[in-house]
C-alpha cells in the first residue's frame, strides 16, 4: 500500500512539496516566534492572495493557459512587497504593529477578491490558494518550491547568529554594530518567500499555523535556540508527511488535515512535558564528590532551632 502511494508520479511530487514546506516553514516561524510577530505569517498570505488574483490577471490578458499560470510568481512578488511595507510601517512607528497587520489581512482579502472577478474568475478559482491543492502542484511549481525553499534555508540557517541577536534583543544588536535594518528585511523578505512556497500545500489561511505550531511543539521540550529550530523542523516533517499521507487515503483537505496534527501534537506534548520534566532528576554537577549537607536535614535542624529562641 505504501509503495503504491510512493510509486505514483503526483504523490512524488506531493511528498516533496509537503517534505520542503515541512523544513522551511519552522526555520522562518522560530525568528518570528522570537520577535513575537507569529500571525505575521497571516498578514502576509493575505497580500499574496492578491498577487496570486493578479497574476491570474496578466495571465489572462496575455492569453496564457491556464490562465493561473503566472499565480505563484504574482503571489511571490505580492508577498514580497507587502513584507517589507510592514518592516517599513513596523520601523517608522507611525502604525503600531498589530494595526499594519489587521490593515494587510484586509486589504489583502478584498484586493484577491476584486482582482479575480476582474480576471473573469469567481471567488471559487482562489479556494485552492486559500486552504492548499496539493493536486494541483505541476513540475513548474515544484521546481519553483524548491528553488525558494533553498533559498529561505540558505538564509535562516547561514545567517541564524546575526537573525537571533536581532530577533532576541534588537537594541543590544544595533550596539553591537550590526545592520539591523538589513537584517529585519530579511527576516521579512524570507517569511513571504515561505508563505508562497507552504501556499499549494497548506493554503495561505493556515499558512502560518505550520510556521508556528511546530515551533511551540519544540518550545516545550528544549529551550536552547539552535535545537528549538532543528525540533520544529522536525514536527513539520512528520506532521507534513502525515497529513498528506492520510489525504491519499481518505479524501480530506491536505492542508486542514496538516494543521489539525500539528496542533494535536502541540496538545499531547503540553500534557507529557510536564510530567517528564517533575520526574527528571535533579542535575548534580560534582556526582563523584559525597554531599557535604542533608538539605532536608538542614531545613529540620533550623526548624528547630527557630522553635526553640521562639520559646
Not at 543590544?172 to 535594518?181: D, E, K, M
Request: charged share 10%; proline share 4%.
Amino acid at each position: 500500500m505504501i509503495m503504491l502511494m510512493l510509486t505514483d508520479p503526483f504523490m512524488q511530487r506531493a511528498l516533496i512539496a509537503a517534505l520542503l514546506v515541512g523544513v522551511t516553514a519552522p526555520v522562518v516561524g522560530t525568528y518570528l516566534v522570537q520577535r513575537k510577530l507569529s500571525l505575521l505569517g497571516d498578514g502576509i498570505g493575505h497580500v499574496a492572495l492578491t498577487g496570486v488574483a493578479l497574476g491570474w490577471l496578466v495571465g489572462a490578458g496575455m492569453g496564457l493557459t491556464p490562465n493561473d499560470a503566472l499565480a505563484i510568481p504574482g503571489a511571490v512578488v505580492a508577498a514580497v512587497v507587502g513584507a517589507v511595507l510592514i518592516e517599513v510601517v513596523r520601523r517608522r512607528g507611525r502604525t503600531s504593529g498589530d494595526l499594519a497587520l489587521a490593515i494587510m489581512f484586509y486589504g489583502g482579502i478584498a484586493g484577491g477578491v476584486l482582482l479575480i472577478g476582474i480576471a473573469g474568475g469567481s471567488s471559487g478559482n482562489l479556494m485552492q490558494y486559500l486552504f492548499g491543492s496539493i493536486s494541483t502542484v505541476s513540475d513548474g511549481d515544484l521546481w519553483l518550491t524548491v528553488v525558494l525553499s533553498l533559498v529561505v534555508l540558505a538564509v535562516g540557517v547561514g545567517l541564524r547568529h546575526a537573525l537571533f541577536s536581532v530577533s532576541h534583543d534588537e537594541e543590544f544588536a544595533i550596539a553591537s554594530g550590526l545592520p539591523v535594518w538589513a537584517l529585519n528585511i530579511i527576516v521579512a523578505v524570507v517569511s513571504a518567500l515561505t508563505v508562497t512556497v507552504a501556499m499549494r500545500v497548506v493554503g495561505l489561511l493556515l499558512v502560518s499555523a505550520l510556521m508556528i505550531v511546530p515551533v511551540a511543539v519544540a518550545q516545550q521540550v528544549t529551550h536552547a535556540f539552535g535545537r528549538t529550530m532543528l525540533t520544529a523542523c522536525v514536527v513539520g516533517v512528520v506532521v507534513c508527511v502525515t497529513g498528506l499521507s492520510i489525504t491519499y487515503w481518505y479524501n480530506v483537505s491536505p492542508g486542514a488535515t496538516i494543521v489539525v496534527l500539528a496542533i494535536g501534537v502541540y496538545a499531547v506534548v503540553s500534557l507529557v512535558a510536564p510530567l517528564l520534566i517533575r520526574r527528571r532528576p535533579a542535575h548534580d554537577p560534582h556526582p563523584d564528590l559525597p554531599d557535604d549537607v542533608d538539605l532536608p536535614a538542614a531545613a529540620t535542624e533550623r526548624a528547630a532551632a527557630a522553635a526553640k529562641e521562639c520559646r
